[in-house]
């Protein structure tokens, strides 16, 4: 279980108790993956070694493990799957993550970077800022822009080449689930979380995932998933990880509770 920007990994703790109270013997990781402020001021690409690093030395997961991220650890969980996939990963769930990106910054109150945001503008082309986390995700609103110049989220997301291995990793899940929250302010757009932007150009219109050019291409194995029935969209109508422990339990708990292993020494494993 991954924490969100600027979380630790006590925030999920009431995640993994729901998990082992349903699922007694249950082992789960929390993983501390650049805790507190330093999230947010760290760009992705060390983050996401130090998760590969974390989950590729636990011989408690090496046959393979559901992984569970939200916010930025959301998109970090995606990522872990899209780049490695090993061990691999069985079921995915990502809870607010920017999976599509984010073309605003998010209401935050680390100084340093709320002042740098509310000074320069969420207009600039901020892809290379250094020591800023969501720079790495930065979509904004130009599409060349984007690709020309995104240091991170074009490559994991294939948006400028396919690159099939990274693919065959999305596809090779059972099932993944992608939660946005309705309300939400710190994810710009919200629908990131389902892998939706604004349509290029706009602030306002919102694309249906079909319509996006990475659905239609299959470029990350969604459009495959939802024909398998296998991808999971839902929602909750509450702020940025503003679910209730009941609409978890309804509807993400049972993501999380399956077993798998050999026949002898089953158990379920997050």
Request: aromatic share 10%; with cysteine; hydrophobic share 35%.
């Amino acid at each position: 279980m991954m924490h969100g920007v600027t979380g630790h990994a006590s925030d999920v703790q009431k995640n993994a108790d729901a998990v082992q109270a349903r699922c007694p013997g249950t082992y789960v990781k929390l993983l501390k993956v650049y805790e507190g402020e330093s999230g947010l001021l760290a760009s992705m690409e060390p983050q996401l070694s130090l998760f590969t690093s974390l989950v590729q030395s636990d011989e408690q997961l090496v046959h393979g493990f559901n992984l569970y991220g939200e916010s930025q650890g959301g998109l970090l969980a995606r990522a872990f799957v899209v780049t490695s996939n090993k061990p691999p990963v069985h079921n995915l769930v990502s809870v607010n993550g920017p999976q599509a990106g984010v073309g605003e910054c998010p209401k935050v109150e680390v100084p340093k970077i709320k002042q740098l945001c509310g000074d320069l503008g969420t207009d600039l082309q901020i892809y290379k800022w250094p020591f800023c986390s969501f720079c790495s995700y930065w979509k904004g609103k130009d599409k060349q822009g984007y690709l020309g110049d995104s240091q991170w989220l074009a490559d994991i997301n294939n948006d400028r080449k396919i690159n099939e291995t990274r693919r065959d990793n999305m596809m090779s899940l059972n099932k993944y689930m992608a939660t946005v929250a309705l309300q939400d302010t710190i994810v710009q757009p919200p629908w990131s979380a389902w892998h939706s932007y604004w349509a290029w150009g706009s602030k306002r219109k919102v694309m249906n995932l079909n319509e996006t050019d990475g659905y239609k291409s299959d470029a990350l194995g969604l459009k495959t998933l939802a024909e398998r029935g296998d991808l999971i969209l839902n929602s909750f109508d509450g702020g940025h990880l503003r679910y209730t422990m009941d609409w978890w339990k309804t509807n993400v708990l049972p993501m999380l509770d399956n077993k798998f292993g050999d026949s002898e020494s089953s158990q379920a494993i997050v």
